[in-house]
């Protein structure tokens, strides 16, 4: 019997078949798709094609096996085609952290990118809302505790950069299609490769990405898939071992990899030598408010009131994202320029001006 053809907009394989003939023989058996393969793959899932089981299915066999640069490629430019973007007139550096958020330790990116604003680097930001599996405290929480809008259409977001030099997007705006698989990524239970390819778009067209990682070798990963893109070149990617995934240094010794123009290096630093001479354990805040309690760090650090570890933690990442954009030509250089942020009143006037958006 012929086979049945497939419908109209898509390639020649569904999910099912690739589970049987590629990617869901096992873990030592399984083969990498190629990049036709894998685009046909998140073309499907993003139409809502697949059957829910074989959706599953096609998620954790990805998830066993380990997707190489090339699918994650596939997959980002998929996603890109549905993103509605809007670029500011200024080029920020892009920190798309894991969108799950944190459950710990304080979120320090929404006071480390004002700070870095006040300092003349400007910072964009994107998240969801409770996304899966962990459905935690993000960047847009904290935000909102502090009183700052984040339910904004992509233009507004390029708008809110250019006026006060820190931008939010909002994923159900800027990836309507991407936030509406969060019904089956929740049914999962476990993390999928959405988790991860969520955080490369760049809704902002930045030149420079920040991002983290828990293993050099997954930082690695990610600067081949940026190299391997149709959507999107940036100049630049810097990575480093973030406190539970996210964007914020971890205390002690931290392995960073940075990105340029298709050279990939990378080094460590020892963070006691930048002010930060304690653990990942003092940045924990209350786990049932974590957005409460970093807004609340917030304030209080970029109006100088703090001026202990969490003061610290917040400056050092700021000097990252300011070194990221080359506004600095050193790490050091970077947290002179955070800390006159600070006291200078300059990150407080960006929080002001955010609010009065």
Known sequence: MA???????????????????????????AEDM???????????ILAGEPDPTTLGAFWLANRWKHNVAE???????VL???????EPDADPVDCGANYDGKGD??????????????????????????????KQDAYKHVLDD?????????????????ETGFGFYYQPAFAPHVDGLEGRRDQMGVRTFVNTVETLLNPAGADVHLGSF??????????????????????????????????????GYTKVGEWRDGEFTDYEIETPEYGMDFESEDLEVDPDDVAGDSAALTEEIIAGDREDHFADAVALNAAFRIYARDDADTLE?????????????????????????
């Open 214 to 251: 828990y293993h050099l070798a997954f930082a690695k990963k990610i600067t081949d898939t940026f190299g391997l893109m149709a959507s999107q070149s940036p100049g630049r990617v810097v990575m480093f071992q973030g406190m539970e995934g996210y964007d914020d240094i971890r205390p």
């Open 3 to 29: 086979q049945a053809p497939e419908p109209a907009g898509f390639g020649e394989w569904p999910l099912k078949r690739l589970m049987t003939e590629v990617v869901g023989s096992g873990i030592k058996s």
């Open 34 to 44: 190629t990049r036709e393969q894998a685009t046909d793959a998140m073309r499907r």
């Open 71 to 77: 699918e994650l490629a596939a997959y980002t430019d």
């Open 80 to 86: 890109a085609e549905d993103v509605v973007s809007a």
């Open 146 to 162: 502090l009183g700052v809008r984040t339910e904004l259409d992509p233009a507004e977001s390029a708008a809110m950069v250019d």
């Open 333 to 357: 250089e970077g947290l002179e320029l955070a800390r006159d942020s600070i006291e200078s009143g300059a990150a407080e006037a960006v929080l002001d001006d955010l609010r009065a958006f």
């Open 105 to 134: 330790t304080a979120i320090l990116g929404a006071a480390a990118g004002l700070v870095a604003a006040g300092a003349g680097t400007p910072v964009v930001t994107h998240s969801g809302d409770r996304v899966p599996t962990q």
